[in-house]
């Protein structure tokens, strides 16, 4: 065979070549589209459930944040009343000390001291 006839077969050899890569590479980008497609679906899908359980746990958060502050609250009145029980405490026992010191039966003083 003539050098024409190789060089011809081996130009639509390269030529179905270069096609057949062509139609592969397209089909690749038109599966990568569609796997694209499904997968913003699925995530506009998800949207909507994930919005409700966001505001869940802001309402969560919230009501956390109010019973943090009504405890804060609860425990400085507490400290207050703690505090005042103690005075009282202190003001009771210094005036049965001051009882017992006066009292000339009293042997042994309950409220001596400590």
């Known amino acids: 065979m003539d050098t024409w006839i190789w060089i011809v077969i081996a ?3 390269l030529v179905v070549i270069a096609a057949v890569v062509m ?15 499904a997968i913003r679906t699925e995530a506009a899908q998800q949207e909507p459930e994930l919005r409700q359980r966001e505001a869940e746990v802001q309402s969560v958060e919230a009501e956390a944040s109010r019973m943090r502050a009504e405890a804060d609250q609860l425990e400085a009145v507490a400290q207050e009343e703690r505090a005042k ?16 010191r006066l009292d000339p039966d009293a042997q042994n003083p309950r409220h001596s001291n400590g």
């Open 85 to 100: 029980v103690e005075e009282q405490q202190s003001e009771l026992h210094d005036r049965l000390r001051t009882a017992d």
């Open 11 to 13: 130009v639509v050899a």
């Open 23 to 37: 139609m592969a590479m397209k089909k690749k980008r038109e599966v990568g589209r569609e796997r694209a497609s």
